[in-house]
């Protein structure tokens, strides 16, 4: 069993279906065993984990210790006086240790599970198609931290300033609850970071051709209100600068998406031998229609002959009269 799951005694490619059931359980326990291995080791560190995980709370104190000074807004003064975070209940401190846990977890597990899924596919591919295999995993994953990374340095912080600025309006004070805290800066950095997966999810559609990239190049308007949605539901207060600035973000992701995807589909299509633009298959059809419709179009049956049209029509044919006899001048009247 454990050499099983540490290496494999069969190529892929000669393994019938239920060894490849087997293979996806192995995969799915080497996801699972490095999960568990990164919550192990959050809990053996159970002060440093969640000190790190304070840092927005911090910045949002002192945006002057913050990377992204610049990007902050000065504090009220019921932030800049609050003090350490409070916890009411035993099992709200183990849900602090569990969030930090759960987001370690992922973190280190996220390698590995893109690493799995594409080895798990790759004998399904194509030789030019394992060799871009390896970018896209790479894509997907700084996409993530990229993601993650935003809504730790930035989204959590300003969210922070921007609740207690309303709080401060009305004459409201906040207890602010250890387990509830950790729970918002550990959903906000996975949401984010898995939205940024957006246009790799683009990609993929296109190269399995599912959808065309015109096609989502003529609907940009429906996608950008799309996104600003998203990005309203991903933020816990949908504020203008956020707003703008993420939608801009993935707007611009989804259009490189697009030029990546046309470039990938052609390509794909060249190799396969066919039209590099998909919407020439259209105008094919159409002419194919159109000499179809020419060769099968029905003849017109004649008119079926009864004996009354028979005679009316000797009737209206002109008689015929005999030469005249030679000699005879009454010809020439």
């Known amino acids: 069993m454990l ?13 019938s279906f239920l060894e490849h059931l087997d293979d996806l359980r192995i995969s799915l326990i080497r996801v699972v065993t490095v999960f568990a ?23 949002a104190k002192h945006p002057e210790t913050s990377p992204l000074a610049f990007a902050l807004s000065e504090p009220g003064p019921g932030l800049v006086n609050m003090g350490e975070l409070k916890e009411f209940t035993f099992m709200g401190v183990w849900k602090v240790l569990m969030y930090a846990a759960f987001g370690v977890g992922v973190a280190v597990a996220s390698p ?11 004998p399904a591919l194509t030789d030019r198609e394992k060799q871009g295999l390896v970018p896209f995993c790479a894509a997907a ?15 959590s912080p300003m969210s922070i300033q921007i609740w207690q600025h309303f709080a401060e309006g009305m004459r409201m004070e906040v207890t602010w609850q250890a387990s509830d805290y950790y729970a918002f800066v550990v959903m906000m950095c996975l949401l984010t970071g898995l939205t940024f997966q957006f246009p790799l999810a683009l990609i993929v559609l296109m190269w399995l051709e599912l959808v065309r990239p015109r096609t989502l190049l003529k609907s940009w308007r429906g996608m950008l209100v799309g996104i ?17 600035v993420m939608t801009g973000v993935l707007f611009g992701f989804y259009l490189s998406a697009v030029a990546v995807g046309t470039v990938i589909v052609r390509r794909k299509r060249v190799a396969r031998g066919d039209k590099p633009d998909p919407e020439d298959d259209d105008s094919d059809d159409d002419d194919d229609d159109d000499g179809r419709s020419e060769a ?3 003849r017109r049956s004649p008119d079926p002959v009864t004996p009354s049209s028979a005679a009316s029509s000797v009737a209206d044919k002109p008689k015929s009269t005999p030469p005249p006899v030679e000699g005879d001048l009454s010809s020439l009247d």
């Not at 050499?3 to 393994?15: A, D, T, V, Y």
């Not at 994953?141 to 930035?154: D, E, N, S």
């Not at 309203?232 to 203008?240: N, S, V």
């Open 3 to 15: 050499s099983s799951l540490i290496r494999r005694n069969k190529p892929r490619s000669e393994m």
């Open 228 to 244: 600003m949605f998203l990005v309203a539901l991903i933020t816990p207060i949908a504020e203008p600068i956020s707003l703008l």
């Open 37 to 59: 291995v990164g919550m192990v080791a959050a809990l053996a560190f159970y002060r440093e984990t969640p000190a790190l995980l304070s840092l927005p709370l911090e910045w």
């Open 141 to 155: 994953l700084i996409l993530f931290m990229l993601g993650a990374a935003l809504a730790f340095y930035w989204l």
């Open 296 to 298: 099968y179009r029905p």
């Open 112 to 122: 590995v599970f893109l690493y799995e899924t594409a080895r798990f596919v790759g």
